[in-house]
């Protein structure tokens, strides 16, 4: 996977920030830190990423044409799908109503809201037994 997301339209709540990293966990597969690049913007973003092919493999989100397009994404394998992790005291939640498409190739990242798709903002995340 690309280490720099650039997104074709800044993510909500985050305008006017595009361009952001990737940073791996250490010990913690399939999950990412995501920083703004430029520090004198907002040096204390930090929003946390969940690989859903890792963490949620019965994930599976419809995109439209159009969401693909933006991305330049034309086969499943071209994308890697990020979930917005919330950690808190009494839990992790993790929005499955707004998921981070990734061209594995380009960076280039979108966060789309997934309509009329059953799925939760803030799902509470299970730990595999």
Do not use: W
């Not at 940073?23 to 399939?30: E, L, T």
């Not at 419809?62 to 397009?69: I, N, R």
Request: aromatic share 6%; net charge negative; with cysteine.
């Amino acid at each position: 996977m690309n280490p720099v997301l650039t997104f074709v339209a800044p993510p909500p709540g985050l305008a006017p920030l595009v361009d952001f990293s990737l940073d791996k966990i250490d010990g913690a597969d399939g999950l990412y830190a995501m920083h703004a690049l430029h520090a004198d913007l907002d040096s204390e973003l930090r929003l946390f990423l969940l690989d859903a092919q890792v963490h949620l493999p019965d994930y599976a989100p419809m995109l439209t044409d159009e969401q693909c397009a933006a991305v330049d994404v034309t086969t499943p394998e071209d994308a890697i799908v990020l979930v917005v992790a919330n950690p808190a005291a009494d839990g992790t939640t993790v929005n499955l109503l707004a998921p981070i498409v990734v061209n594995a190739s380009t960076g280039a990242s979108a966060q789309f809201i997934l309509e009329g798709q059953n799925y939760s903002l803030r799902q509470e995340l299970r730990s595999a037994a």
